[in-house]
């Protein structure tokens, strides 16, 4: 193993951590390279700097001048220039100084600085290279995102676990207690993906669930079991229901207890309305980690980057950070989050009003989506149907579930696309 590998487990020896990294995450290192080299450089080369691969005249990088017409306001340094392997130092301050606005239960507590990385997909698969292998599985809940499976079965090789996510028109606590449970028994250790807003289900947890949700996890490390947490916070904030816990999960579980790692992915993509930038937040909590063992958890996942994608985009990051220090950014926020409200309450009163041999909503009160238990098991049926004789695309989850994106569907539709839906499943 590099022995650059050895110093950073070293430094991680004896935290929950270090104790629950994966073969990759053990093997993870930042080479003393060109990356780190070209740092040094950028603070004491005064006469000339020849060590990072752009093209530079007058000491900033040079520019077409088709690029450059097309982001005016924009320095070179903030478009074609390289962006450092973590991300823009500023954008990741500022990023840190949201999540604590967001979360006020954070203020006072410690965690990392954000890592900046190419996207929300981006921060689950390199969380997975530290923390997941074919001896580590990942659970997480049935229905879900197919890329969790795809990350933690097919890229890292381990038993993808899943507990059924909802019982009774609720979210399943005794299914997710027993499977944490399980796990934390056979291995020793167990590893729990939450994504509230939920993908594709659009629930998330009440303040009462997400009260119990916390003492579980607490529970099975008072055990004795380490626990990582990883809260994929992809839509935050997107809440149209009074009793929705408004914080995240990694808000409690950030000092909760010693043996509980709190992992947030999070980031503009969906909660700024930024899908297409790639930007994305990998960002750590535990009890009693100390600042040196948060940077060494920092240098793997650079490590990761590194060796895979480089660094993100840096227009990207530019035009985000531009636009968090923009005044009028939470009204113009305010306004789109507004409108998926007005669509989310046509979606509510249609389903409340309307009833099914064959559809059952799946409990729904936020983010982008709702979906539909389909009793026939004929999903894919379904769907195939609504997009050859109605015209109207929704995903097949599984063979019992549809997702819907009301999101994407002008609120003067959803009347006729809904019922659309529920007639072709009928007639099947």
């Given at each position: 193993?590099?022995?650059?590998?050895?110093?950073?487990?070293?430094?991680?020896?004896?935290?929950?951590?270090?104790?629950?990294?994966?073969?990759m995450?053990?093997?993870?290192?930042?080479?003393?390279?060109?990356?780190?080299?070209?740092?040094?450089?950028?603070?004491?080369?005064?006469?000339?700097?020849?060590?990072?691969?752009?093209?530079?005249?007058?000491?900033?990088?040079?520019?077409?001048?088709?690029?450059?017409?097309?982001?005016?306001?924009?320095?070179?340094?903030?478009?074609v220039?390289?962006?450092?392997?973590?991300?823009?130092?500023?954008?990741?301050?500022?990023?840190?100084?949201?999540?604590?606005?967001?979360?006020?239960?954070?203020?006072?507590?410690?965690?990392?600085?954000?890592?900046?990385?190419?996207?929300?997909?981006?921060?689950?698969?390199?969380?997975?290279?530290?923390?997941?292998?074919?001896?580590?599985?990942?659970?997480?809940?049935?229905?879900?995102?197919?890329?969790?499976?795809?990350?933690?079965?097919a890229?890292?090789?381990?038993?993808?676990?899943?507990?059924?996510?909802?019982?009774?028109g609720?979210?399943?606590?005794?299914?997710?207690?027993?499977?944490?449970?399980?796990?934390?028994?056979?291995?020793?250790?167990?590893?729990?993906?939450?994504?509230?807003?939920?993908?594709?289900?659009g629930?998330?947890?009440?303040?009462?669930?997400?009260?119990?949700?916390?003492?579980?996890?607490?529970?099975?490390?008072?055990?004795?079991?380490?626990v990582?947490?990883?809260?994929?916070?992809?839509?935050?904030?997107?809440?149209?229901?009074?009793?929705?816990?408004?914080?995240?999960?990694?808000?409690?579980?950030?000092?909760?207890?010693?043996?509980?790692?709190?992992?947030?992915?999070?980031?503009?993509?969906?909660e700024?309305?930024?899908?297409?930038?790639?930007?994305?937040?990998?960002?750590?909590?535990?009890?009693?980690?100390?600042?040196?063992?948060?940077?060494?958890?920092?240098?793997?996942?650079?490590?990761?980057?590194?060796s895979?994608?480089?660094?993100?985009?840096?227009?990207?990051?530019?035009?985000?950070?531009?636009?968090l220090?923009?005044?009028?950014?939470?009204?113009?926020?305010?306004?789109?989050?507004?409108?998926?409200?007005?669509?989310?309450?046509?979606?509510?009163?249609?389903?409340?009003?309307?009833?099914?041999?064959?559809?059952?909503?799946?409990?729904?009160?936020?983010?982008?989506?709702?979906?539909?238990?389909?009793?026939?098991?004929?999903?894919?049926?379904?769907?195939?149907?609504?997009?050859?004789?109605?015209?109207?695309?929704?995903?097949?989850?599984?063979?019992?579930?549809?997702?819907?994106?009301?999101?994407?569907?002008?609120?003067?539709?959803?009347?006729?696309?809904?019922?659309?839906?529920?007639?072709?499943?009928?007639?099947?």
């Amino acid at each position: 193993m590099n022995p650059l590998a050895e110093a950073l487990n070293e430094t991680l020896k004896g935290s929950v951590a270090g104790d629950l990294l994966s073969d990759m995450g053990k093997r993870l290192y930042f080479p003393n390279g060109i990356i780190s080299q070209g740092g040094e450089a950028a603070k004491d080369a005064t006469l000339a700097n020849g060590t990072i691969g752009m093209a530079v005249s007058g000491g900033k990088p040079i520019e077409l001048d088709s690029y450059k017409k097309n982001m005016p306001n924009f320095t070179s340094g903030e478009t074609v220039a390289y962006a450092k392997t973590a991300g823009i130092p500023d954008f990741r301050k500022l990023w840190k100084e949201k999540i604590i606005e967001k979360n006020p239960l954070l203020k006072g507590k410690s965690f990392s600085l954000p890592v900046l990385v190419p996207g929300l997909t981006a921060a689950l698969s390199y969380v997975a290279d530290l923390f997941i292998d074919a001896e580590k599985p990942l659970l997480a809940p049935d229905p879900c995102w197919d890329n969790y499976e795809l990350i933690a079965a097919a890229r890292r090789g381990a038993e993808f676990h899943q507990f059924k996510c909802f019982e009774n028109g609720d979210f399943n606590l005794a299914g997710l207690e027993k499977a944490m449970k399980d796990d934390a028994k056979k291995y020793g250790s167990v590893r729990v993906i939450l994504n509230f807003p939920q993908n594709p289900s659009g629930y998330s947890p009440t303040k009462d669930v997400a009260k119990r949700i916390v003492e579980i996890v607490k529970e099975i490390a008072e055990s004795g079991k380490k626990v990582l947490v990883l809260s994929d916070d992809a839509y935050f904030g997107l809440n149209y229901e009074n009793d929705i816990e408004p914080q995240s999960l990694f808000a409690y579980m950030a000092d909760l207890h010693e043996n509980v790692l709190a992992i947030k992915a999070d980031g503009p993509t969906k909660e700024d309305f930024a899908w297409g930038f790639r930007t994305g937040f990998i960002t750590f909590a535990s009890k009693n980690l100390t600042e040196e063992q948060y940077t060494a958890l920092t240098t793997k996942i650079m490590s990761a980057i590194r060796s895979s994608v480089s660094c993100a985009s840096t227009p990207s990051q530019t035009l985000v950070m531009k636009a968090l220090n923009d005044p009028a950014h939470n009204a113009q926020k305010k306004e789109l989050r507004d409108m998926l409200k007005r669509r989310y309450d046509a979606v509510r009163k249609f389903v409340n009003s309307h009833k099914s041999s064959v559809l059952t909503p799946l409990p729904f009160n936020s983010g982008y989506f709702m979906s539909f238990n389909v009793k026939t098991s004929n999903a894919e049926d379904i769907r195939k149907k609504l997009l050859k004789e109605e015209g109207i695309g929704i995903i097949q989850i599984d063979k019992n579930t549809l997702r819907v994106a009301f999101s994407s569907i002008d609120e003067d539709k959803i009347e006729t696309v809904y019922s659309r839906i529920y007639n072709v499943a009928e007639a099947m």
